[in-house]
């Protein structure tokens, strides 16, 4: 029974094994391919899956994606490298420490440094007979204006007045101010986080998620506008394929700056899984 229940151990081990071995692959292909930064990746994290799981490989094929898991990392680790190398040759500036280096600065001080850079080109220019005849032909040969600008035939139209339900229910006006809604929507995740969260923090999907599909497409819309604002913040964890969401305490206060945007595609299918409560 021991023997059997082992067994039965080192099999889930090995399932569980190649899952995240394979899942590494697949983002190490992305940053190959330039879909995806290099720096994502946490080379440490990867070894250390690969020595986890490397003593329960004992199949040729399991050996064969514990090989192809190093190479790929090889090859994401040599394109880090060549990143960072470009960069330093190229004299590359970080945009944002520019600007604080900017903002820094005496303004009399950024006048002097533009004055002594600006190298404007003077050009002279005169009209000569030649190039007057040229203009008389060009304006002679032209239509008149009343035959290249005719009006086009309009049709008359009854107008009438709408009212404002008629304009709510055609997405023209809402029932509410956008910021009044993000401020609901971001009172109702405080309430899901206490309640259902863990550690601060709700699952993606768990937070969207609504009984249709056309509701949980608005939460989406209306979820990355709270980000956005500095209302929420993401965490991704790319390994896991997981998504979570966090209020922040200061809403509001200044936008949120990202160094990158975090891509997340909702289809159809993937939110009928998440219905079924199947992991997306």
Do not use: C
């Not at 220019?125 to 600008?149: G, I, M, N």
């Not at 249709?212 to 604002?229: A, C, G, K, M, N």
């Amino acid at each position: 029974m021991a023997t059997q229940q082992k067994s039965q151990t080192r099999k889930e081990t090995k399932k569980l094994g190649k899952d995240r071995l394979q899942r590494v692959i697949d983002m190490m292909r992305g940053i190959e391919d330039h879909t995806v930064d290099p720096f994502l990746l946490n080379v440490d994290e990867i070894i250390r899956i690969v020595q986890e799981y490397f003593p329960a490989w004992d199949q040729p094929e399991e050996l064969n994606l514990d090989a192809e898991a190093i190479h790929h990392l090889a090859s994401v680790i040599k394109l880090q490298s060549e990143w960072v190398k470009q960069r330093s040759t190229s004299l590359y500036t970080d945009p944002f420490l520019l600007e604080e280096k900017i903002t820094q600065k005496d303004k009399r001080e950024m006048m002097q440094l533009f004055l002594r850079a600006w190298h404007p080109i003077v050009e002279q220019e005169q009209v000569t007979l030649r190039s007057f005849a040229d203009a008389l032909r060009y304006w002679d040969a032209l239509v008149p204006l009343k035959e290249r600008w005719e009006q086009p035939a309009v049709a008359e139209v009854a107008t009438g007045v709408a009212t404002r339900e008629e304009l709510i229910d055609q997405s023209i006006l809402r029932d509410e101010t956008f910021s009044a809604e993000m401020g609901r929507y971001y009172d109702e995740l405080k309430g899901k986080v206490q309640t259902k969260g863990k550690d601060g923090k709700l699952d993606y999907m768990d937070w969207v998620g609504a009984d249709t599909y056309t509701e949980t497409v608005q939460r989406v819309y209306i979820t990355s506008f709270l980000v956005t604002y500095g209302y929420a913040t993401l965490e991704v964890i790319p390994l896991e394929d997981e998504i979570f969401i966090m209020p922040l305490q200061e809403p509001g206060a200044k936008l949120a700056r990202q160094a990158f945007s975090v891509p997340i595609t909702l289809t159809f299918e993937s939110w009928q899984k998440w219905k079924r409560g199947e992991k997306t």
